[in-house]
């Protein structure tokens, strides 16, 4: 089943085109992988499917229901949550504030049927994170940052998951428990679409990638076709990817 479908999604900021006609379909608990150089606009399209921009031309579809320009928290409410590139929590409240709030504020159903708190608390033991709950945000490091974000975002009941290059700034050790984490997001039957430049983690965790450059996809398959592809190792990869 299609859980997510853009046609033809096209944004500019003056004359910039940032995407380009982009077309793509999302199955239902895949991990689907958005790869590219940077400014390829692979931000800039997540940013359309979350409601921070509103598109040019194209549409963009959850579940059968067109959400093309929807605010944020319209989008939100109806099951897509995200994280971003760099982290901004509130950042005077502790980890276990800021999940609470995301459970309170996010899909209204979650609301009803938790307590926020024990909810957060839930949260936090599920995604590991590696300090006490009531550690204020403002003092927690990268891969405290990391988890808080993927906590808040779970905390809004969410079935599709854009996570925007979670994995940043991690060690190759982090990267493994993150790698293990996000594969346990999928397995709570959460849909993930990922933004990625490490490859490794891409090779991983994807099901099927799709490839931007300049605002255009040049390509999209399974991640062996991906790497084999021409078109994508002259554009990104720069020599074709062992598996």
Known sequence: MTILKAEGVT??????????????????????????????????????????????????????????????????????????????????????????????????????????????LELLEFVEFPASPDT???SLNTVQLKRLELARALATHCQLLLLDEIAAGLTPAELGDLIAL??????????????????RVIVQLCDRLAVLQFGRKIAEGTVQEIMENDKVIEAYLGEKYIL
Request: a positive charge.
């Open 11 to 120: 944004k500019r900021f003056g004359g910039l085109v940032a995407v380009n006609d982009v077309s793509l379909e999302v199955e239902e608990g895949e991990i689907f992988g958005l790869i590219g150089p940077n400014g390829a606009g692979k931000t800039t399209f997540i940013n359309v499917i979350s409601g921070v921009y509103r598109p040019e031309a194209g549409s963009v579809w959850y579940k059968g229901r067109k959400i093309t320009g929807m605010s944020c928290d319209a989008v939100c409410k109806l099951g897509i949550a995200r994280t971003f590139q760099i982290p901004r929590p509130f950042r005077m409240m502790t980890a276990l504030e800021n999940v609470m709030v995301a459970v309170i504020f996010g899909k209204p159903r979650d609301h009803r049927r938790h307590d926020p708190r024990a909810r957060a």
């Open 136 to 138: 204020p945000a403002g």
């Open 182 to 199: 996000v594969r346990r997001i999928r397995d709570r039957g959460v849909t993930i679409i990922t933004i990625e430049h490490l490859m």
